[in-house]
């Protein structure tokens, strides 16, 4: 039974997101995407133009999970500061093993791949991490400004430290670093943001 036209863009981005995540924007063809989306090339034509503007798209659906599966979902939730950052620490993509074939699509490496890909690509990676650095940053302004956070932090270096700790932790899992490694990194971090409660 033919699925629903409504549902074919959906399905043409996440076959590319998960594609891209997989072998790289280069080595991924449109009749590989075709193939795994099942959808016909003039439907993909009609909702894309190029292969480029099918990447944009895979990009912000990468976000979209983020925002709502990943670890960007605890900045949205009420709570702690530390008890929302801890939560984001534990669902790092490396951390935890895979939960689905959308999970894939947000390990490191498909940023790094498509970011090396097209300028268009790193431009739009870089605003999006902008706007989640922003939003870590300002839920920890408001951490310190309720007093759950100590008030002698600075809640920029500690969006930093964390970002770039969490990045960290994420590209050595790629890389194969042993998982104790990233369990003792892991451990360190949350160790450190508890001893950040006021």
């Known amino acids: 039974m033919p699925r629903p036209p409504s549902d074919a863009r959906k399905r043409i981005v996440e076959a590319a997101l998960a594609l891209f995540a997989a072998r790289g924007y280069h080595n991924t063809g449109i009749a590989d995407i075709l193939k795994a989306s099942g959808v016909k090339r003039g439907t993909l034509y009609h909702h894309f133009s190029s292969k480029k503007e099918l990447g944009l798209a895979a990009i912000d659906e990468m976000a979209r999970l983020l925002g709502e ?3 960007a979902r605890h900045l949205r939730t009420d709570g702690h500061p530390i008890d929302r950052m801890l939560k984001m620490i534990d669902d790092l ?10 999970f894939e699509a947000l390990t490191p490496s498909i940023a790094v791949y498509l970011g090396a890909a097209e300028p268009e690509f790193r431009e739009r990676l870089s605003t999006l991490y902008a706007e989640r650095i ?13 007093g759950q956070i100590v008030d002698t932090i ?3 270096a500690l969006t930093c430290l964390f970002a770039v700790t969490c990045e960290g932790v994420q590209f050595t899992s790629v890389l194969g670093l042993p998982q104790a490694v990233l369990d003792d990194t892991r451990v360190l971090l949350k160790e450190y943001l508890n001893s950040l409660r006021a």
């Open 69 to 71: 599966r990943g670890t």
């Open 93 to 102: 993509p490396g951390m935890e093993r895979a939960k689905g074939r959308w």
């Open 134 to 146: 922003a939003q870590l940053e300002a839920m920890l302004r408001r951490g310190v400004a309720e």
């Open 154 to 156: 600075d809640p920029r």
